[in-house]
C-alpha cells in the first residue's frame, strides 16, 4: 500500500455567500497519478487552487506528508513541494527559458551577482533531460506549446516538486507533443512524483491515471479505480444522469441559395488557392491538423487577414477590402479559439462582455446606450444559454468555469441573429454536459437559419453537428465529404496524404 501523499479533509468554500466546494475529502498516494474530472463548474479548479495556495478554505483542514498544510500563498505551496502547470502556462514570453527557470530564484555568486555561468549549466541540464530543441538564451515567445510544456515542468523540478497539478495539459499540444507530455507524466510518477491531472478529455484520463476523482456541483461524488470504471459510467457520475445522446437531434432545412462563398483565396503560403461555398442553414464541418491553414482560413473569412489573392462573397456581394466591421455589418460572427485572449474581455463583467457587438444597435441618434434594452437583451442571454452566474452584472468573467465563459463568448454574437457564424474550435475545454448544450446552441442558430462553419480537432465532434466536412491539407482543400459518406479513417487519410 503506497503511503498518502496529500490528505484533504472536510473542505468548504464560497464565494460571495455562494458554497461552492461542500466538505471535500481526497487523497492521493505517493507515485500515483489521479484524475480529476467532472463539469465545468464542478469545483475542480477551485479545489487545487486551495491546494496551491491561491485560495484558502473557509473550513476544513489539509495533511502534506503527514503534516499541518495551510499554504496562505503560491510561494508557500512552492515551497512545499507543490506545482502547478496550468492550461495558460504561466510563463513571461520575451525572456529567455533560462530566464523563466530562475524568474524567482536566481543562483549567486559569492559577490552577490547573478552567476550567468551556474543558470546556463543548470538549465542546459533541463534541456537534456527533455531532448527540447533549444538553447538557454531561446526566448520562450517562439517555442511550441508543448516545449513551453515541458520548461513549465523543469520549473517544478527545479523546486524539489512532490505533487505536480496539471490542468487540461493537453488543449494546445500536437499529437507527437502530447506522446511526450505522456511519456514524461509516468517518468515522473515511477520516480515518485504523483501527479493529479484534471482533463476533459476522458480517454486520456483512463490512459494515464490510476485512479479517478469525479466531482459534481462542489461534491465528490466518487474516486475509483481507472479499471473499475466505464467511460459511459464516468459520465454519468459526472452530470448526474445518463448521456445517451452526445449531440442533440437537429431538424432544420437547407437551403440553395449560397450565403458565403470564397474563390481562389491565397495567403502568406499558409492558405493556398481555396474556393469553398456554404449554404443557409448548413453545418459544415472542417477539419485538418495543426499547422493546415485552419484558423487562417477562418481569419480571412472574418477579415482579421487579408487575402494576397482571391474573392469572398456575402449573399452573393462581393466584399471588397474585407475587415471584422464589414462582417459584422454584413451578419457573420467569429468565435474564435483562443476565448480568453481574442473572446472575452476577461476582468469585465459578464454583462459588460455580453454588450461588446450589440452595443451600436443600442445607441440612439446622439449615442446613449439605451439601458433598458441592454438589460433586456443580457438578461434573455444568460437565461437561453444558461450562463450559471451568481451575478451577472457584478461578477467578472475570470470568475466563471470554461464553459460558462464560452457560452458569455457565444451569447455577445448569438443575440445578433448572425447568418453565418464561424467557430474555431468552440468546445475546446469543455466537459460533456457543456459540449451538448453548445451543440444545442448550434443547431438552433442552423434551424433558425444561419449558416455555421465550424473548425475543430474532433473528428467525433464533426461527425454529429455537420451536415459534410470539408478537410484542409498543408493550406488546401483535399476534400469535400457529405455526411452519407463519414469515415474516421478515410478524413484522415485526407488530412494526412491529401
Same mark, same amino acid.
Given at each position: %500500500? ?18 461552492? *466546494? ?8 505517493? $507515485? ?14 477551485? %479545489? ?38 496550468? @492550461? ?75 505533487? %505536480? ?70 459520465? @454519468? ?38 474556393? =469553398? ?11 485538418? *491538423? ?31 477590402? =474585407? ?17 480568453? @485572449? ?7 463583467? +459578464? ?7 450589440? %452595443? ?21 442571454? +444568460? ?16 470568475? =466563471? ?9 457565444? $451569447?455577445?454574437? +448569438? ?37 455555421? =462553419? ?41 488530412? *494526412?496524404?491529401?
Amino acid at each position: %500500500m503506497k503511503e498518502t501523499i496529500l490528505q484533504l479533509s472536510n473542505i468548504n468554500k464560497g464565494f460571495g455567500g455562494i458554497k461552492v *466546494l461542500h466538505g471535500l475529502d481526497f487523497d492521493i498516494k505517493k $507515485g500515483e497519478v489521479i484524475g480529476l474530472v467532472g463539469e465545468n463548474g464542478a469545483g475542480k479548479s477551485t %479545489m487545487m487552487n486551495i491546494v496551491g495556495g491561491v485560495l484558502q478554505p473557509d473550513s476544513g483542514k489539509m495533511e502534506l506528508g503527514g503534516e499541518p498544510y495551510s499554504p496562505e500563498t503560491p510561494m508557500d505551496a512552492t515551497a512545499r513541494g507543490i506545482a502547478f502547470v496550468h @492550461q495558460e502556462l504561466n510563463l513571461f514570453q520575451n525572456l529567455s527559458v533560462a530566464e523563466n527557470l530562475f524568474i524567482d530564484n536566481f543562483p549567486k555568486t559569492k559577490w552577490g551577482s547573478i552567476n550567468k555561468k551556474e543558470v546556463n549549466r543548470i538549465t542546459q541540464e533541463c534541456i537534456d533531460k527533455f531532448s527540447l530543441p533549444v538553447k538557454p538564451n531561446t526566448i520562450v515567445g517562439s517555442l511550441s506549446a508543448g516545449i513551453c510544456q515541458m520548461v513549465e515542468i523543469s520549473k517544478g523540478l527545479m523546486k524539489n516538486a512532490q505533487i %505536480m497539478i496539471f490542468d487540461e495539459p493537453t488543449t494546445s499540444l500536437s499529437k507527437k507533443e502530447k506522446v511526450d507530455l505522456f511519456k514524461t507524466i509516468n517518468e515522473l510518477r515511477d520516480k515518485g512524483i504523483s501527479i493529479v491531472y484534471i482533463s476533459h478529455i476522458l480517454e486520456d484520463v483512463f490512459e494515464l491515471c490510476d485512479r479517478i476523482t469525479i466531482l459534481r456541483d462542489g461534491n465528490i461524488i466518487d474516486t475509483r479505480k481507472s479499471t473499475e470504471v466505464s467511460e459511459k459510467e464516468l459520465i @454519468q457520475l459526472m452530470v448526474g444522469r445518463e448521456m445517451n445522446q452526445i449531440f442533440p437531434t437537429i431538424e432544420k432545412e437547407i437551403k440553395d441559395n449560397i450565403v458565403l462563398e470564397a474563390k481562389n483565396i491565397s495567403w502568406s503560403n499558409k492558405v493556398k488557392n481555396v474556393s =469553398l461555398s456554404l449554404k443557409e442553414g448548413e453545418i459544415v464541418g472542417m477539419y485538418g *491538423l495543426m499547422g493546415a491553414g485552419r484558423t487562417e482560413l477562418a481569419n480571412i473569412l472574418f477579415g482579421v487577414e487579408k487575402a494576397d489573392e482571391g474573392e469572398i462573397f456575402i449573399d452573393s456581394c462581393k466584399i471588397e477590402d =474585407l475587415s471584422p466591421a464589414k462582417c459584422i455589418d454584413h451578419s457573420t460572427a467569429y468565435i474564435t479559439e483562443d476565448r480568453r @485572449q481574442e473572446g472575452l474581455l476577461m476582468t469585465k463583467s +459578464v454583462d459588460e462582455n455580453l454588450s461588446q457587438v450589440i %452595443m451600436p444597435d443600442l445607441s440612439g441618434k446622439a449615442g446613449v446606450i439605451d439601458e433598458n434594452q441592454r438589460e433586456s437583451h443580457n438578461v434573455k442571454a +444568460v437565461a437561453d444559454l444558461q450562463i450559471k452566474v451568481s451575478n451577472y452584472k457584478e461578477q467578472t468573467v475570470n470568475k =466563471l468555469s470554461g464553459g460558462n465563459q464560452q457560452k458569455v463568448v457565444f $451569447g455577445k454574437w +448569438v443575440m445578433k441573429n448572425p447568418k453565418i457564424f464561424i467557430l474555431d474550435e468552440p468546445t475546446r475545454g469543455v466537459d460533456v454536459g457543456a459540449k451538448f448544450e453548445i451543440y444545442t446552441i448550434i443547431a438552433d442558430l442552423a434551424k433558425k437559419g444561419s449558416t455555421v =462553419l465550424i473548425i475543430s480537432s474532433e473528428i467525433e465532434e464533426l461527425f454529429g453537428t455537420c451536415d459534410r466536412i470539408l478537410v484542409i491539407r498543408n493550406g488546401s482543400i483535399s476534400a469535400n465529404v457529405p455526411k452519407a459518406e463519414f469515415d474516421q479513417e478515410k478524413i484522415l487519410e485526407h488530412a *494526412l496524404q491529401g
